[in-house]
Structure formats: structure tokens, C-alpha cells
């Protein structure tokens, strides 16, 4: 009797091949182009691998050298550009004091994360994930930590489907070995956030908890 998982076999056997066939494929690199990163997955559910480049491009800006991200499909036996967007990476010094802010893109379960971090003693670090849906990579999902030692760290989740933001602070006291002497923390919605890999980081999206009044930022 053929069982489930040996029905599933074949059909792994094939992603895997696909995979090492993807790696092995030549990528086109634009002049003044250097690949940072690059992940593939599949992103959008044909069972297809899509591949994630990261460029920096030598075109300046005020922080630095532009960043550029883009999505390929592999199609008549090369990889082509499907989605692409300048706007998506910070720039190079976008980090502040430490320099480069980007940190890494991963794609699992269809969706494609990318993470941030940078600051001086005051530090931060959000993660954006973006799912394949209206044609689109829309922002589903954000998550910020930031703050220093001896004084306080927040964080707030955002399920931008959903609409759900847990945010959360934590009040550090540095004479008593980083105590949290008090925590705080909320829950509300906010809903019609329409931010995909296009238009991210165009216009700052600014957010006000109803109960401590403290101003969030995306």
C-alpha cells in the first residue's frame, strides 16, 4: 500500500533537484550592482522556486548608497526579474553609528522576512514579512525592538492582517544589576494599512497607543 509519505517522496526529490539546479543557474548582475544577499523559496504557491537578490546599487543618497531588492523566476531556462523595489532595503548608512543596517532576507512558508538593526547606545532592530497576495508582496507583518541598557526596552508586534499590536516597555535600573522595576504593557488594533515592497519606507506610518500614549513607528 502507498502511503502518504511515500507519495510525498518523489515530489521532494523534485524540489531539491529544482533547488540545485536554481543555485547553479547564472545570475545577471547590473553594472555597478553588488549582490549582498539572497535566499529562494517558493512565494508564491505554484511549487515553483522563486529566488530574493539584495544589491547595493552605486547610486548615492543622503545615507548612503541605494539598496535595491528583487524577485526572480526562472523561466525558458534562465532567471528573470518578476518584482523588484528601491525603496524596501534601507540604505547603507541607514544603521547610524553602526553603519550598515541590513541584516539579513529568509524565506519560509512562503514568506519573505527581512531584518533590520543599527543605533549607537540607543539600539533598534525590526523585522518586515512580506506575503504574495493582490499581485502584490504586501507587508503582513512587523516587529520592532528598541532602546538601551539602564533605561528601557520596548517591542510591538504587529499582525497588520489581523490588525493586532501587542506593544510592550520594560524600565531597566542599572543600581540594582538592570532590575525591570516596571513593565508595561497593551494591546489594540489598527486596520487599512496597504504597505507592500513598493511602497514601504516612502511615507513614515505613525501609530499612538491609546493607554500610555507612546508613539510607534513603521
Given at each position: 500500500?502507498l502511503t502518504y509519505d511515500k507519495m510525498k517522496l518523489p515530489f521532494i526529490i523534485y524540489?531539491?533537484?529544482?533547488?540545485?539546479?536554481?543555485?547553479?543557474?547564472?545570475?545577471?548582475?547590473?553594472?555597478?550592482?553588488?549582490?549582498?544577499?539572497?535566499?529562494?523559496?517558493?512565494?508564491?504557491?505554484?511549487?515553483?522556486?522563486?529566488?530574493?537578490?539584495?544589491?547595493?546599487?552605486?547610486?548615492?543618497?543622503?545615507?548612503?548608497?541605494?539598496?535595491?531588492?528583487?524577485?526572480?523566476?526562472?523561466?525558458?531556462?534562465?532567471?528573470?526579474?518578476?518584482?523588484?523595489?528601491?525603496?524596501?532595503?534601507?540604505?547603507?548608512?541607514?544603521?547610524?553609528?553602526?553603519?550598515?543596517?541590513?541584516?539579513?532576507?529568509?524565506?519560509?512558508?512562503?514568506?519573505?522576512?527581512?531584518?533590520?538593526?543599527?543605533?549607537?547606545?540607543?539600539?533598534?532592530?525590526?523585522?518586515?514579512?512580506?506575503?504574495?497576495?493582490?499581485?502584490?508582496?504586501?507587508?503582513?507583518?512587523?516587529?520592532?525592538?528598541?532602546?538601551?541598557?539602564?533605561?528601557?526596552?520596548?517591542?510591538?508586534?504587529?499582525?497588520?492582517?489581523?490588525?493586532?499590536?501587542?506593544?510592550?516597555?520594560?524600565?531597566?535600573?542599572?543600581?540594582?544589576?538592570?532590575?525591570?522595576?516596571?513593565?508595561?504593557?497593551?494591546?489594540?488594533?489598527?486596520?487599512?494599512?496597504?504597505?507592500?515592497?513598493?511602497?514601504?519606507?516612502?511615507?513614515?506610518?505613525?501609530?499612538?497607543?491609546?493607554?500610555?500614549?507612546?508613539?510607534?513607528?513603521?
Amino acid at each position: 500500500m502507498l502511503t502518504y509519505d511515500k507519495m510525498k517522496l518523489p515530489f521532494i526529490i523534485y524540489l531539491l533537484f529544482l533547488s540545485f539546479l536554481s543555485f547553479g543557474q547564472e545570475i545577471v548582475i547590473p553594472n555597478g550592482y553588488e549582490l549582498i544577499a539572497e535566499d529562494i523559496g517558493d512565494l508564491d504557491k505554484d511549487q515553483i522556486c522563486e529566488k530574493v537578490l539584495v544589491f547595493e546599487t552605486s547610486e548615492p543618497s543622503e545615507y548612503g548608497n541605494v539598496r535595491e531588492i528583487q524577485v526572480l523566476k526562472y523561466s525558458n531556462g534562465k532567471w528573470q526579474v518578476w518584482k523588484k523595489s528601491s525603496n524596501a532595503i534601507l540604505k547603507s548608512q541607514e544603521g547610524g553609528v553602526m553603519g550598515d543596517p541590513f541584516e539579513e532576507i529568509a524565506i519560509e512558508n512562503g514568506i519573505l522576512t527581512i531584518s533590520f538593526s543599527g543605533g549607537s547606545s540607543w539600539k533598534w532592530f525590526y523585522k518586515d514579512k512580506y506575503r504574495f497576495q493582490n499581485e502584490e508582496f504586501e507587508l503582513i507583518g512587523h516587529t520592532s525592538i528598541y532602546g538601551r541598557n539602564c533605561d528601557y526596552w520596548a517591542s510591538f508586534d504587529f499582525n497588520i492582517s489581523t490588525g493586532k499590536i501587542i506593544y510592550e516597555k520594560e524600565y531597566e535600573d542599572c543600581e540594582k544589576d538592570q532590575e525591570i522595576y516596571k513593565t508595561e504593557v497593551e494591546e489594540f488594533f489598527y486596520k487599512g494599512l496597504k504597505i507592500n515592497l513598493n511602497n514601504r519606507n516612502l511615507d513614515k506610518v505613525k501609530l499612538t497607543t491609546p493607554k500610555y500614549q507612546e508613539d510607534l513607528y513603521l
